[in-house]
């Protein structure tokens, strides 16, 4: 990822390895979700949005509120499935 | 302070987080397509959820059998 870049050392100002892994981590969070909502928003539309019409219709947009929700809690069971199966 | 041991260890771990987090991600998308075949709902079935769990470890059954074959040509 080109989103943060590296210090170059020796040169830099001495930022504390806290500092530098905190502004990794949120760095690496940001791109995640980022990253997340675009499958979200690939997979609802697929799910919800069969003939593009002029507007969204009421029944098109709680269908996406219904999508964002389950696809959120299919990405928790995935991941304890994953997680139970390590013993 | 960049090339001391205690950051590459930090950085190793939040690399294999964030490869576990890319793996449950991609996951979700293969079991997604497979096991929510409708509309989806304001809960998911039982059949839906029991098949999304089941997706995931029999992927990982999958790769374990894909690497061992894989390992057997080498």
Same mark, same amino acid.
């Given at each position: 990822?080109?989103?943060?870049?590296?210090?170059?050392?020796?040169?830099?100002?001495?930022?504390? @390895?806290?500092?530098?892994?905190?502004?990794?981590?949120?760095?690496?969070?940001?791109? +995640?979700?980022?990253?997340?909502?675009? @499958?979200?928003?690939?997979?609802?539309?697929?799910? $919800?949005? @069969?003939?593009?019409?002029?507007?969204?219709?009421?029944?098109?947009?709680?269908?996406?509120?219904? $999508?964002?929700?389950? +696809?959120?809690?299919?990405?928790?069971?995935?991941?304890?499935?994953?997680?139970?199966?390590?013993? | 302070?960049?090339?001391?041991? #205690?950051?590459?260890?930090? *950085?190793?771990? #939040?690399?294999? !987080?964030?490869?576990?987090? #890319?793996? *449950?991600?991609?996951?979700? =998308?293969?079991?997604?397509? !497979?096991?929510?075949?409708?509309?989806?709902?304001?809960?998911?079935?039982?059949?839906?959820?029991?098949?999304? =769990?089941?997706?995931?470890?029999?992927?990982?059954?999958?790769?374990?059998?894909?690497?061992?074959?894989?390992?057997?040509?080498?």
């Amino acid at each position: 990822m080109d989103s943060f870049s590296s210090p170059s050392v020796g040169s830099s100002p001495k930022f504390s @390895t806290e500092d530098l892994m905190g502004q990794l981590k949120v760095q690496l969070a940001q791109a +995640y979700a980022e990253e997340f909502l675009e @499958t979200v928003r690939g997979k609802c539309f697929e799910k $919800c949005i @069969t003939k593009p019409g002029s507007s969204l219709s009421g029944s098109e947009s709680s269908c996406i509120s219904r $999508c964002v929700d389950r +696809y959120i809690e299919a990405n928790g069971i995935i991941g304890r499935a994953l997680f139970n199966a390590q013993r | 302070m960049e090339n001391s041991p #205690e950051f590459q260890q930090l *950085i190793t771990q #939040e690399r294999e !987080k964030a490869m576990v987090n #890319e793996m *449950i991600a991609k996951l979700t =998308t293969v079991c997604w397509d !497979k096991c929510i075949t409708g509309t989806p709902g304001s809960k998911f079935s039982s059949s839906e959820s029991s098949c999304l =769990t089941n997706c995931a470890q029999r992927y990982m059954d999958m790769s374990l059998i894909i690497m061992k074959r894989f390992q057997n040509m080498q």
